[in-house]
T-cell receptor
Framework: NAGVTQTPKFQVLKTGQSMTLQCAQDMNHEYMSWYRQDPGMGLRLIHY???????DQGEVPNGYNVSRSTTEDFPLRLLSAAPSQTSVYFC????????????FGPGTRLTVL | EDQVTQSPEALRLQEGESSSLNCSYT??????LFWYRQDPGKGPEFLFT???AGEEKEKERLKATLTKKESFLHITAPKPEDSATYLCAVQASSFAGGTSYGKLTFGQGTILTVHP
């Protein structure tokens, strides 16, 4: 199993550009989520999904869109990038029953100029 | 609102010098407390889950304990390879679309540096 994979690993955008961060998991997990990690702020939840077709907002959703058309994939879209979105983004997945341990991907480091 | 506070923010130890990291929390309906290890440039790596007060779990030089208000991560005779950021998170039950899931709230982490 590859676990949780994320692409790209690094990305530089200009203000106003759009892009999609990709996340995939091969563990058949129902729950998937996106976090951003900023110095001194800890990991903050952006959006999450409990299954295909079901998404909801987390703590810091503004400026981001998500969709979940398959169990495996959960892309994060930045519609019009802003410097405040410079951060490291992590995708995570877990089962929705049992221990519910969330497993994280390797991250995408995004810089918005 | 669920809250997690980790202390200290940074900890420097000599190799072999045992110590503890603290995670204080407030949560409505704790389903689990998680410890993760994060190396620079990497994603968080799962270490432990604790479910109830009094529970303890061990892995190599690490031992996690849980009370009703806080958790400790004890590091015994640390080695330089234990240097990392240690993250604590609490999980509460939440529901979306008729499905229960585990919502995680993270602390800011403790940066551990172990010098040879």
């Amino acid at each position: 199993n590859a676990g949780v994979t994320q692409t790209p690993k690094f990305q530089v955008l200009k203000t106003g550009q759009s892009m999609t961060l990709q996340c995939a998991q091969d563990m058949n997990h129902e729950y998937m989520s996106w976090y951003r990690q900023d110095p001194g702020m800890g990991l903050r939840l952006i959006h999450y999904s409990v299954g295909a077709g079901i998404t909801d907002q987390g703590e810091v959703p503004n400026g981001y869109n998500v969709s979940r058309s398959t169990t495996e994939d959960f892309p994060l879209r930045l519609l019009s990038a802003a410097p405040s979105q410079t951060s490291v983004y992590f995708c995570a997945s877990s089962a929705t029953s049992g221990g519910r341990t969330q497993y994280f991907g390797p991250g995408t480091r995004l810089t918005v100029l | 609102e669920d809250q997690v506070t980790q202390s200290p923010e940074a900890l420097r130890l000599q190799e072999g010098e045992s110590s503890s990291l603290n995670c204080s929390y407030t949560v409505s309906g704790l389903r689990g407390l998680f410890w993760y290890r994060q190396d620079p440039g990497k994603g968080p790596e799962f270490l432990f889950t604790l479910y109830s007060a009094g529970e303890e779990k061990e892995k190599e030089r690490l031992k996690a304990t849980l009370t009703k208000k806080e958790s400790f991560l004890h590091i015994t005779a640390p080695k330089p390879e234990d240097s990392a950021t240690y993250l604590c998170a609490v999980q509460a039950s939440s529901f979306a679309g008729g499905t229960s899931y585990g919502k995680l709230t993270f602390g800011q982490g403790t940066i551990l540096t172990v010098h040879p």
